[in-house]
């Protein structure tokens, strides 16, 4: 299933992966793989995580002309080549360093692709044949006195080990803040269609998205990263209802 947003295809494939095609067929994807989301290997960890995607297929469309990585967790060189077409431009924070990760992965520049590093605070124009993808990528971290914080003060997604995206795709702006807080700054953006990490956990929760997402006032809201695992757990028709009491347009993208 897909939903359709002001000329855009949006489509989310489970965990942190979404496809997004604008009407001349560019396509974008963020954050591609783990957990057997494109690999036709997944069953579903959960209930929940079944109800919203009970068929997984082994996913090979290598039709994506940008794909962006936020960070460690998020990256996975087989789900790139999975999406990426030959001519990609694959997006990736400064901080993914596949020699800290405990999977066996190549580093980035190794993938067969033109690789772009970006820091937590950068701006990028990625050229697709006549069409320019612009992208910005802002800070995505969990505060130590925050509420995702473990009682030690660390916490799983320090300052500076990634980041989010905010793309332009035809005039219309899409934010993933990846693994983060719902940090103050983001609502300073202008956002159009806002993909919404709901999972809690790890990073904000559903209560803290809706928040985020009044803050942000976008056209929609299409809340993703969620019930992949058992500790992804969350309740989407309950943020729906939060969201949409609150004025906001807002979708689920589920079989």
């Not at 959960?46 to 297929?57: C, K, L, N, Q």
Request: glycine fraction near 8%; charge should be negative; include cysteine.
């Amino acid at each position: 299933m897909s939903i359709r947003h002001d000329g855009l295809s949006v489509e989310w494939l489970g965990y942190a992966t979404v496809r997004i095609e604008t009407a001349d067929g560019v396509v974008v994807y963020l954050d591609p793989g783990r957990y057997g989301v494109l690999t036709g290997e997944w069953s579903g960890q959960s209930r929940a995580a079944e109800a919203a995607h009970p068929a997984p297929v082994d996913y090979h469309a290598r039709d994506g002309d940008v794909v962006c990585v936020t960070h460690n967790h998020h990256y996975d060189p087989d789900g790139i080549e999975r999406v990426a077409s030959e001519d990609a431009t694959v997006v990736v924070f400064e901080g993914v360093d596949a020699t800290s990760i405990d999977r066996d992965v190549v580093q980035p520049e190794e993938l067969p692709y033109e690789v772009v590093r970006v820091t937590a605070d950068d701006h990028r124009a990625i050229s697709t044949g006549d069409e320019t993808v612009d992208l910005w990528t802002v800070e995505a971290y969990n505060d130590p006195e925050g509420p995702y914080a473990r009682p030690d003060g660390s916490v799983v997604h320090p300052r500076g080990q990634g980041c989010g995206f905010l793309l332009s795709l035809d005039g219309t702006t899409v934010f993933w803040p990846g693994d983060s807080d719902a940090l103050d700054a983001y609502s300073r953006l202008e956002v159009s269609l806002f993909l919404a990490n709901i999972s809690g956990s790890v990073c904000t929760d559903r209560h803290d998205a809706a928040d985020l997402a009044e803050a942000l006032d976008p056209d929609l809201v299409l809340p993703v990263h969620y019930n992949t695992l058992d500790f992804l757990e969350a309740d989407s028709a309950a943020f729906v209802t939060d969201v949409a009491k609150r004025g906001i347009p807002v979708v689920l993208d589920e079989d």
